[in-house]
């Protein structure tokens, strides 16, 4: 089981920090993933890390805004977001995966989803 927690509402330019805690599985196993959808949109990755936190992927819009980490003893995975735009306003996602955590079709298990509003 994945829970997302952390979404909320910031102004353009700030930031937000998001997390997932993982129950149900060896969470030091998994590639785990964040995602997002906005509204009218298709689901899009955002940024992925390894099982052991030894590499990183990021989507191009989020470069060097974003940052993923996560910590295998607490079994949670956290996205830090900072200068934050209003295009990032999404329904936000954690994911693991079965795969490796740069293949984004692998990610087969999915948290409910918290919301992140920019506001301009």
């Known amino acids: 089981q994945l829970v997302e927690s952390g979404g909320g509402l910031v102004q353009a330019g700030g930031s937000l920090g998001l997390s997932c805690a993982a129950s149900?599985?060896?969470?030091?196993?998994?590639?785990m993933g964040w995602f997002r959808q906005a509204p009218g949109k298709e689901r899009d990755f955002v940024a992925a890390?390894?099982?052991?936190?030894?590499?990183?992927y990021y989507a191009d819009s989020v470069k060097g805004r974003f940052t993923i980490s996560r910590d295998n003893v607490k079994n949670t995975m956290y996205l830090q977001m900072n200068s934050l735009k209003p295009e990032d306003t999404a329904v936000y996602y954690c994911?693991?995966?079965?795969?490796?955590?740069?293949?984004?079709?692998?990610?087969?298990?999915w948290g409910q989803g918290t919301q992140v509003t920019v506001s301009s």
């Open positions: 994911a693991a995966s079965s795969g490796s955590y740069y293949q984004t079709s692998a990610y087969d298990s």
């Open positions: 149900g599985r060896t969470f030091s196993s998994y590639a």
């Open positions: 890390i390894s099982a052991r936190a030894r590499s990183t």
